[in-house]
């Protein structure tokens, strides 16, 4: 059951998407070589709750912390910690938040510095495949049109899209119907309605699509161990076209 949601509950979801945007902006000004991420995690959290919002994430499932830091080769749900981000690598920041019981969800991934062309066309073209799945998300298409968006972008740079972890409907919970992939044809899936809410997050890898979990049992990282970005907005599905909730 995918659930319709209200203007108010639009309302709502707007308020807490903006808390994520203004804390990504924060903690994007703060990544530089040197700094470790628990420091991010503490100003992601301080940011949040200064602006009136809990972290989604800290406590889910026993998740640790605010964000979710996953430098290079690891995919996403990276725990914050001591490691100090350096010089050529690529950080991706994930942040939930709640907001009077609704939910707001983004990720941006950044370059430490210089990085290689390559990895800079990494995150770029995956910046561009969640552009494109957005465009894509518009009332009366299917929801593959969305997960198709992004497959053929990603792939037709030589990249490959993550199957394992997907994008999902989010409104009073983390994670609702339906779930959003990042691979699929376009006439497949649920017709988009005003009033849906999806997260939709492109995970793309520069060698293969395949990933595991780390013994700290959340860390998802590429199977051949090559750089991995990631990008995500909670969108709105409006007669007016895709509403971004988490925009600054
Ligand atoms: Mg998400």
Redesign the pocket.
């Known amino acids: 059951m995918i659930s319709i949601k209200t203007e108010r509950e639009l309302d709502l979801m707007r308020k807490a998407g903006r808390v994520v945007a203004i804390t990504l902006q924060e903690i994007e000004t703060a990544i530089k070589p040197g700094i470790t991420t628990a420091r991010l995690d503490d100003i992601a959290e301080r940011t949040l709750r200064k602006l009136g919002a809990q972290p989604a994430f800290k406590g889910y499932n026993g998740f640790p912390a605010t964000i979710c830091a996953s430098i290079n080769e690891q995919v996403v749900h990276g725990i914050p910690g001591a490691r100090r981000l350096k010089e050529g690598d690529i950080v991706s920041i994930d942040i939930g938040s709640i907001v009077e019981g609704y939910f707001g969800?983004a990720a941006i991934t950044v370059a430490v510095g210089e990085v290689a062309p390559e990895v800079e066309e990494l995150i770029r073209i995956t910046r561009e495949c969640l552009d494109r799945a957005i465009e894509a998300a518009r009332v009366g298409c299917h929801l593959g049109n969305i997960s198709h968006a992004i497959q053929a972008h990603a792939e037709s740079h030589g990249f490959s899209v993550v199957r394992q972890y997907v994008?999902?409907g989010i409104g009073t919970s983390m994670h609702e119907e339906p779930p959003v992939p990042n691979y699929g044809k376009p006439t497949r899936g649920p017709i988009l309605q005003p009033g849906m809410t999806l997260?939709i997050?492109p995970m793309v890898n520069m060698g293969t699509f395949e990933v595991y979990t780390l013994p700290d049992h959340w860390t998802v990282v590429t199977r051949d161990g090559k750089y991995s970005a990631h990008f995500?907005h909670t969108v709105a599905i409006t007669a007016g076209g895709p509403e971004i909730l988490t925009k600054g």
Do not use: K, S, V, W
């Open positions: 969800d994008g999902h997260a997050e995500e």
